[in-house]
């Protein structure tokens, strides 16, 4: 009898091992199928977010040579005024202010104005290549909202 007991305490661990270890490969299979899945779902997300990114980089690039394009050409649609003697002499020698022609006072600070304008220029530059940018980061955000 006692050998009876015995032999059923034996099945009953020998099954309950085995069932332990078929327990935990079922999950082990499990567990390593969701991460294949989710390593999967990860590497198709980056290609993805990497086809965008080179797309608004295109774009980026595009938009950055129509604007300098767009700069040198109008370089050539600026009207130059050749500088003519503005400044005549004092006819009474007092040695006075210099006047126009039309007795108003000469300009005297062409060079003053002339770096005014370059940095005006150079600051519309600027403020054109920022508002570029922030219209093509933008059009990218309403894309994610609308995906």
Do not use: Y
């Not at 022609?101 to 600051?123: I, M, N, V």
């Amino acid at each position: 009898m006692q050998a009876k007991i015995l032999i059923a305490l034996l099945s009953l661990a020998v099954a309950f091992v085995g069932g332990w270890n078929i327990g935990s490969d079922r999950v082990q299979h499990k567990w390593d199928k969701e991460r294949l899945e989710t390593a999967e779902a990860a590497r198709v997300a980056a290609g993805k977010n990497a086809k965008i990114i080179n797309d608004l980089e295109a774009e980026k690039n595009e938009s950055n040579k129509t604007i300098d394009r767009l700069r040198d050409d109008i370089a050539g649609f600026r009207v130059r005024v050749p500088k003519t003697p503005c400044v005549r002499s004092d006819p009474s020698g007092r040695g006075g202010d210099a006047t126009s022609t039309d007795g108003k006072p000469a300009d005297q600070s062409q060079e003053a104005f002339d770096r005014f304008r370059h940095s005006l220029e150079s600051d519309a530059a600027n403020a054109d290549k920022v508002i570029e940018n922030c219209r093509v980061v933008v059009d990218w955000a309403k894309g994610l909202v609308t995906k």
